[in-house]
């Protein structure tokens, strides 16, 4: 019987092409010891063995282990490079922690390349991006990276960094929406803006367009998604992975439409606000506020009078009664945000992506000082 091991990050590139072999045990890269131990019926397969366990970055309950098998993350590995035009050598900027980076170490492998990985351990830095890129360009083939909108942030910020990511044939974003104005500040790089999360072995949506094998429909609004990238479902969970994987598709908590056959996500199903009565969806602040602010998230807050009541913080050196104004004339009064406030920089629980439930703590007194809050 086979098990699940915790290792590093750092060694998942070691150890990966014996997970995928079925030689050697599944791979838990930085994930909690819960979901370690021997894999349990129907978690593990013979002909096609579960190789890695991804730990999902929840903001609430205990993380979720996904079981990603050998098929679906080869099955995403070669889609992405068919549509990226073929395999090439991968500067690793993201921690192979989440599957973002896991995905990188297997499409070098299939590569037979290995990739150029960035010093994280001080955090991201651009000279250090930079001298990846510098390295990977020096094999003569074709040249990818994957990174996060707020990486991409830092690294158009400086001349070094854009041209760096301008030698590239394709980078492929993810963690997190890509907005215009960053798309358009990174003007003459390859972007690509990848829709995916642990359950899809990555991003499966590029710029709205499913990748070979995968298919997309709505399921009450709700994204679905089908094809050979899909993982198994979720360690020790039965329950989880019948509610979310049902009939061959899953079922996201992401709510979309589909236009010029083209997949728009909306936002979440569960960010949907309810104040007075009235929905008020938080992307559609979100979107609005980073118009005029480094970063913003928005949230709903309980409250006693409108039932829910929108709250949001942003990063920036900005007016808050000026950003409220533009709120108003664009999205209407229900959607203003009546908690506002300026906070120095956006708690994270992952690649790129915004913890809410530490925003609300920020915003909410209550919920700040609530026994087991930190």
Known sequence: ???????????????????????GPALLPGGP???????????????????????????????KGVLLSKSALLASAEATHKRLGGPGRWVLATTPRYIGGIQVLVRSLL???????VDLESGFRVPDFVAAVKEVLKAPSRHYTALVPTQLARIVA????????????GVVMGGAPLSDELREAAAGAKLVSAYGMSETASGCVYDGVPLEGVRVKLVNDRVAITGPVLA???RGRPDLTQESFADGWFITSDLGRIVD????????????????????????????????????CVVALDHPEWGQIVAAAVVGDVDIEHLRRHVRAELGAPAVPKV???IEEMPLRGPGKVDRAAVRRILNPIERDAPGSS
């Open 1 to 23: 019987m086979r098990s699940v091991v915790a290792i590093s990050p750092a060694e998942v590139f070691e150890h990966l092409p014996a997970a995928l072999a079925g030689s």
């Open 33 to 63: 010891e819960s979901l370690t131990g021997p894999l349990g019926p129907g978690e593990d397969s013979p002909a096609d063995p579960t190789a890695v366990v991804v730990a999902t970055s929840g903001s609430t309950g205990e993380p």
């Open 111 to 117: 590569s037979e390349m290995p990739p150029v990985p």
């Open 158 to 169: 400086v001349p070094e960094g854009l041209a760096a990511l301008r030698c590239l044939d």
């Open 232 to 234: 198994r479902g979720y």
């Open 261 to 296: 056959g083209k997949l728009e996500i909306l936002g979440r199903a569960d960010d949907m606000i309810n104040t007075g009565g009235v929905k008020v969806p938080a992307n559609a602040v979100e979107r609005l506020l980073e118009r005029h602010v480094e970063a913003a």
């Open 340 to 342: 506002l406030k300026v």
